[in-house]
Every structure is written in structure tokens, then in C-alpha cells.
């Protein structure tokens, strides 16, 4: 089995910061993309920032440079840097894997969520 575990959501004023983070354990063979989604009230998930095992990074075009997402491969973590948070960004934030098992399958991996509130 594999497990995501997602870590530093919470409540944050208009134009503040956040951290979010998220360990991958388990039986694990190779984590490939690693990433992170929201779903805000009332919408569909969607991709906020991705970073391929090379380094290489996707942002969602509302980041407009706010969040800066990094791994650590050593640890099998992901960070989301998040500043100048707007209300819009209210969402729960799922961490995402793409990650070979032990049994060499290669799976989508998601953690429970974890809630991020912008108040005005």
C-alpha cells in the first residue's frame, strides 16, 4: 500500500502565506509526478502545481507566480509555497502522485485533503 499524507493547511488573511506538505509512504518503487489539486465550494478539482521526478514544474495559470512547488526525493515529499493568498484560492488541496509500486504498477496516489481558508 501507499499512502499521501497532506500537512499545513489552515486559515490565512487576504494576502498571506501557507505551506502545505505532503509525504508519500509505503511500498514504493518510484514516485514519478508528484503534485497538488484543489476543489473549491461548488467545483470540480483542478491542478494547481505538478513537478516531474526531473525537477521540471506546471502551474495552473492562476498561480500567476504566488506558489512555488518543490520535492524532495530523498524523503518522498512534496511542498506547496503558497503567498498572496486570495479568497479564491479557498479550496481543499489534495496532494497527488503518480508512483510505481513494489509490484512495479504504476498508479494515481491521492491524500485525504487538507482545508485552506482565505479570509478577507
Known amino acids: 500500500q501507499v499512502q499521501l499524507v497532506e500537512s499545513g493547511g489552515g486559515l490565512v488573511e487576504l494576502g498571506g502565506s501557507l505551506r502545505l506538505s505532503c509525504a508519500a509512504s509505503?511500498?514504493?518503487?518510484?514516485?514519478?509526478?508528484m503534485g497538488w489539486y484543489r476543489q473549491g465550494p461548488g467545483k470540480e478539482r483542478e491542478l494547481v502545481a505538478s513537478?516531474?521526478?526531473?525537477?521540471?514544474?506546471n502551474y495552473a495559470d492562476f498561480v500567476e507566480g504566488r506558489f512555488t512547488i518543490s520535492r524532495d526525493n530523498a524523503h518522498n515529499t512534496v511542498d506547496l509555497q503558497m503567498n498572496s493568498l486570495k479568497p479564491e484560492d479557498t479550496a481543499v488541496y489534495y496532494c497527488?502522485?503518480?508512483?510505481?509500486?513494489?509490484?512495479?504498477?504504476?498508479?494515481?496516489?491521492w491524500g485525504r485533503g487538507t482545508q485552506v481558508t482565505v479570509s478577507t
Open positions: 509505503g511500498a514504493i518503487f518510484r514516485i514519478n509526478t
Open positions: 497527488h502522485s503518480n508512483i510505481k509500486n513494489n509490484f512495479y504498477q504504476n498508479f494515481d496516489y
Open positions: 513537478i516531474a521526478s526531473d525537477g521540471r514544474t
